[in-house]
């Protein structure tokens, strides 16, 4: 028998969550962000969920021409560019719309050779100061770009660092509309947490929005929302099972550095999952996890291999009982991956990105498949 543990992918999940995003930017259009090997749940898979986007946004070409291979004709455009003149290339051949954020990458589209002239999207930035042209910068490339017969349609692209926080939006979407106010071409500003809290406004929409996250089942903004609270559902669960049992009398400690001691005699399972499968580390004692579908807390140090939990609540608990870490339980229970994030001081964005090589994905749900019904586990 194989060490029992695996992660789900729900297909019913992605394509409700997409169904919220689209509900929250109604006209807009929708790329589906799967950047990262779709934020770790395989770019195949959530193609399948996701296939009722109207694009998908990356950053490799590699991937690009994965979603080629799985005949999606559609939109695919590379949030970052391209990283060289060579790679101008691969868009041409692929069709693939990509970002201009620099000087640089229009100097390579002026010296491209080819027939078919690229749908570019050119980034301002309005304070993100990662990529992009100033505002003021942002006219003048403008101005080169439109006039490259290499380049067929110009549209605009820009990104909040606030969208999930009181700061917001509203400074960098002014400085945004404002200087591309008499330019004509689609705009783009909304990653998911804009989506969600913004997006009601039609300025803001704009004409394509850029959820990611959301559509994993995770929130963007939690602990102030959670994923409940958006009407979103977990697309990953890690699930494993009880592979051992110890009984602690007071004073017992578990796991390296002696991290917990028992403060009176209790029992505590031992999970086959670790570190080593994309479990985080810094999870400290108290972190949830379902056991039997049954909320208790980890204890002790996660190790490479195995996470010990507390077991005084749950008496049937035994070897084989299942657990787990995050996503959706048996008996229709969920834990969300944020709560366990926030717990290790992280986010789930992280978590479902570090999902190990190591750790057997299964995809489960599909269009007509009810909600929540993960299949059992194997037995
Ligand atoms: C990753 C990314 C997104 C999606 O962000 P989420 O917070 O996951 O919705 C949108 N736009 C750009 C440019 C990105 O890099």
Known sequence: MPRPLEALVHLDALQHNLTRARACAPDAQVWAVVKANAYGHGLVRAFEGLRAA?????????????????????????????????????????????????????????????EWPHRVFLKM????????????????????LSALPQVDEVSFITHFSDADSDKGIAQQADIFLTHTADLSGERSLCNSAATLRHAHDPKVRGDWVRPGVMLYGASPDYPEHDAAHWQLRPAMTLRSRLIGLQH???????????????????????VACGYADGYPRHAPTGTPVLVDGQRTRIVGRVSMDMVTVDLSALPQAQIGTEVTLWGQGPHGSLLSIDEVALHAGTIGYELMCALSQRVP???????HGAHGTAPAFAP
């Open 361 to 367: 994905v299964l995809t489960v749900g599909d269009d």
């Open 54 to 114: 109207d694009g998908f946004a990356l950053l490799d070409i590699a991937e690009a021409r994965k979603l080629r291979e799985l005949d999606w004709r559609g939109p695919i455009l590379l949030l970052e560019g391209v990283f060289d003149a060579r790679d101008l290339e691969s868009c041409s051949r692929l069709g693939l719309w990509h970002v201009v954020h620099c000087e640089q990458q229009i100097d390579w589209l002026a010296q491209h050779k080819t």
């Open 125 to 144: 930035n309005t304070g993100m100061n990662r990529l992009g042209f100033t505002p003021q910068a942002f006219r003048n490339a403008w101005l080169r």
């Open 248 to 270: 602690l009398q007071a004073g017992d400690t578990v796991g390296y550095g002696s991290r917990f001691t028992a403060e009176q005699a209790m029992r505590i399972g031992v």
